[in-house]
């Protein structure tokens, strides 16, 4: 939890710097054509990356359930299954949410 709170604090401390900076906004057809022409592989490569971590996440999830489920009354196993879940919904978090803090701090 203190590490999501560290997290959170460099995020909100970076956002006015960001925002504050004046980006050059000459781009031409031709540089944008050829970026987007760039970027097309890369994305299927996120893509292809963020859908198998997807399913991974939920194997993950499906296993710290069990775990959670057959812990009975041992708090260490309990408590390991609940910080199991917790960090592969922070992951799906980034991994989602990746393109669009990009597209916040380019554009």
Request: charged residues 15%; without cysteine; negative net charge.
């Amino acid at each position: 939890m203190k590490m999501l709170a560290v997290i959170l604090l460099v995020i909100l401390a970076v956002i006015p710097i960001v925002a504050a900076v004046d980006f050059d906004t000459d781009i031409s057809a031709e540089d944008k054509a050829t970026f987007d022409e760039i970027l097309e592989p890369v994305m299927k490569i996120y893509n292809f990356v963020k859908y198998a971590a997807s399913v991974i996440a939920v194997i993950i999830l499906l296993f710290a359930g069990v775990n959670y489920m057959t812990s009975g009354s041992d708090p260490k196993k309990r408590e390991q299954a609940k910080n199991m879940a917790m960090y592969v919904f922070i992951g799906l978090i980034v991994i989602w949410a990746a393109p669009m803090i990009v597209n916040f701090i380019v554009v």
